[in-house]
Structures are given as structure tokens and as C-alpha cells.
């Protein structure tokens, strides 16, 4: 058995979700499972339908969908991935939330203390401190989303 993961995007418009492009992390060409499902982007398919049932609104989707396989040979001597369970589907991380940490140079090797004295020389009013605020925000969503904290 193997894990995999896939990078898809997808929308949903007039309650329809179209899938616009799919990144096989691990060059999994092709799958058989109960659902034949027989390439990664039926399987992509299949799982955002699994999890978007209703389409009222509109959305943009970005997920990175994990999921274990083992390897079968057919009668034929050719090899195929057999698919045992999705794992994981979460987001990823969005381009909105990595713009908020651009506007905090250097911090990528700051420690905490230089975090902090960023801070008590940065912020200065309340205005200064939704900007603050809000790129801290989206660091922690991108994080979330990136690193799966």
C-alpha cells in the first residue's frame, strides 16, 4: 500500500462543479476501485461531488485530496492501483492569505522576540493594529492550510 496525494481546482457556478486542473503528486496514472473510478480525475471528481451535495452559491475550490492505494496485476501482466480509502481532503492555501505575509518582511527568520518587538514598534494606533492583525490572521490560515496546523 501507498499514500498519494492530488492538488485540484475546481469551481462551482450556476450549481455546477466543473474541476479546472489536478496535480498527480506521484505520477498515479490510473486506479479500479468499487466506484469504478478508473484515472486520478474521475477520483477528484467523485470526491468534491461527495463533499459539495448542495451548489446554491458560487465558490472557488482549492483541496489537496490524500488517499491510500495498493498495486494489483491484471491477467495480462499490467499493473494498476487499487483504491482502499480517501484519507484526507483539506484546503489549500489561498493566494489571499499568503499576500498578508508579504507585508511582513524578514519574517521567515524572526525569532519570537523580534516578532514581538516588530510589534511594539510596528503598532502604534488602532488602524495599525487591524493591519497587524489581519496579516497575523492570514499567516495563521496559510499555515493551516499549508502545514495542516
Known sequence: MAQFTIDTTATITNGQLVV?????????????????????????????NQQYTTRTTEADIQKRITFTAHQETDPGGGVF????SIDEVVNLPRDDARAGIQGL????TW????????????VTDLASAKVALSNMARMIVWLRDYVGV
Open 81 to 84: 492501483w487499487v483504491l482502499d
Open 111 to 122: 525569532t519570537a522576540q523580534e516578532a514581538a518587538d516588530w510589534i511594539d514598534i510596528n
Open 105 to 108: 518582511p524578514g519574517w521567515a
Open 20 to 48: 479546472t486542473a489536478s496535480w498527480d503528486n506521484n505520477s498515479v496514472a490510473s486506479f479500479l476501485d468499487p466506484n469504478e473510478i478508473t484515472t486520478a480525475q474521475q477520483l477528484v471528481e467523485w470526491v468534491l
